[in-house]
């Protein structure tokens, strides 16, 4: 089992900056591929959650969204268990509760995916003012 549990967060003007944490426990995090979705206000039940980052075991792999690519940094620490997100220029549309997300398989699989991913953070509201 995989307890994933993240921190940071907030309200921020337009512009501005935030960094998430994801911490995760259990079994050996350097296994994990992670990822970071969102999920913005009034999104249409049973639809996906939108990616946003995704980084493989090593942080070799990196991949963002068209969206967020060159304002979001996603990061690991495998001695700490621990992926970042880092935000800046933010804009209201990045307005979301966002999520952290493992998945733990050996093999290759879409990182780009919400259902690829096995266990999930308890998510986190990001509300960036205009």
């Known amino acids: 089992q995989v307890q994933l549990v993240q921190s940071g967060g907030g309200l921020v003007q337009a512009g501005g900056s935030l960094r998430l944490s994801c911490a995760a426990s259990?079994?050996?995090?350097?296994?994990?591929?992670m990822g970071w979705f969102r999920q913005a206000p009034g999104q249409a039940p049973g639809k996906e959650r939108e990616f946003v980052a995704a980084i493989g075991r090593s942080g070799d792999n990196i991949y963002y969204a068209d969206s967020v690519k060159a304002r979001f940094t996603i990061s690991r620490d495998n001695a700490k268990n621990t992926v970042y997100l880092q935000m800046n220029s933010l804009k209201p549309e990045d307005t979301a509760v966002y999520y952290c997300?493992?998945?733990?398989?050996?093999?290759?699989?879409?990182?780009?995916?919400?259902?690829?991913?096995?266990?999930w953070g308890q998510g986190t509201q990001v509300t960036v003012s205009s």
């Open positions: 259990g079994r050996t995090f350097s296994n994990y591929k």
């Open positions: 997300a493992a998945e733990t398989s050996s093999v290759a699989v879409p990182m780009v995916l919400a259902r690829t991913y096995d266990y």
